[in-house]
């Protein structure tokens, strides 16, 4: 995990150095294991699904950007693709699977800005994803 290069994304003001707390990362976690559960409810619609598995990715894409010291600018255009794209350093994902979930952040903006209704099969690769980062951040962030 590249502490440099999340340094270098603060330098250019792309993160914000803050405190670490295992009561907010446990938060984050919970927050993203209850997204989940909801995404897999049958009784909500696709869209709310769809969007409660992305925000599970992004929940812990923060958790893990916690654990390292940091949060991104929110003030910043683009923070959920910076946040995605750490993933990389704070989790050592794979930048392949980085790449699907930015695919998956893009169609949440489509979504929820333009309306495009979401699919059967990219609701279960949303949902997927977001357990196996959540199961990947539980045992990286030596959560239980």
Partial sequence: MSSESLANLARIGLLDPVPFSEVLLQKMLHVAQSRLEDAMRQDNSMETRFDCAYTAIRAVADAALLKHGYRTSTSKPGHHQTTLQCLVHTLSVDPTTVRILDSLRKQRNL?????????????RECIEQAGVLLALAKQRLSVQ
């Fill in 111 to 123: 979504t929820d800005y333009d309306g495009e209704l979401v699919t059967d099969s990219l609701l």
